[in-house]
């Protein structure tokens, strides 16, 4: 199993525009997320999703937006890059247990700056 | 609100002496609570997580944690400390049933392991 997949590795924006940052896991995890990591910060939730369809907001998701389409896959979109966005984001999938998910597994994550 | 505190931002232990990461939490339902560690330039790392059950809880490279709940806290701890210990740790939660399926991160405890 690969796990959990991120790309790119590393991406520099110029301000205003756009990408999407691939997630994919091969573990058929039910739960998805996305994190932002800044330093001394910890991790920011910005989405997460249930199940194929089902997509919620977190902490921090306002100039993200997301899709699932699939089990495997849960894309990023930020749309207007700002120098604010200038972060290393996380995806992190998690299986089901009786009181839902559990331990998460994380991305290699990807370090975006916008200039 | 849910919350996760790790009062020490950075910890430096000699090799071989024990050493403990600091973790208290607030939740207003019943906690999961969950140790990371994060290397440089990698994601995080699950270590050992506690539900129910037993308080003291041991998981993965030796580490283990005791719940307290009149103290609400979670400490990770490790009898003796090796040099490649050296990481970043972060603390989780998730407040089951009432955030759903969400989880909150510390700030992170940055552990160097002296040789």
């Known amino acids: 199993n690969a796990g959990v997949t991120q790309t790119p590795k590393f991406r520099i924006l110029k301000i205003g525009q756009s990408m999407t940052l691939q997630c994919t896991q091969d573990?058929?995890?039910?739960?998805m997320y996305w994190y932002r990591q800044d330093p001394g910060m910890g991790l920011k939730l910005i989405y997460y999703s249930v199940g194929a369809g089902i997509t919620d907001k977190g902490e921090v998701p306002n100039g993200y937006n997301v899709s699932r389409s699939t089990t495997e896959d849960f894309p990023l979109r930020l749309e207007l890059a700002a120098p604010s966005q200038t972060s290393v984001y996380f995806c992190?999938?998690?299986?089901?247990?009786?009181?839902?998910?559990?331990?998460?597994?994380f991305g290699p994550g990807t370090r975006l700056t916008v200039l | 609100a849910q919350s996760v505190a790790q009062p020490e931002d950075q910890v430096n232990v000699a090799e071989g002496n024990p050493l403990t990461v600091k973790c208290t939490y607030s939740v207003s339902g019943n906690p999961y609570l969950f140790w990371y560690v994060q290397y440089p330039n990698r994601g995080l790392q699950f270590l050992l997580k506690y539900i129910t059950g037993d308080n003291l809880v041991k998981g993965s490279y030796g580490f283990e944690a005791e719940f307290n709940k009149s103290q609400t806290s979670f400490h990770l701890k490790k009898p003796s400390a090796l040099v490649s210990d050296s990481a970043l740790y972060f603390c989780?939660?998730?407040?089951?049933?009432?955030?759903?399926?969400?989880?909150?991160f510390g700030t992170g405890t940055s552990l160097t392991v002296i040789p």
């Open positions: 992190a999938s998690s299986y089901s247990s009786a009181g839902g998910p559990v331990e998460q597994f």
């Open positions: 989780a939660v998730r407040d089951y049933p009432n955030t759903g399926n969400q989880f909150y």
């Open positions: 573990m058929n995890h039910n739960y």
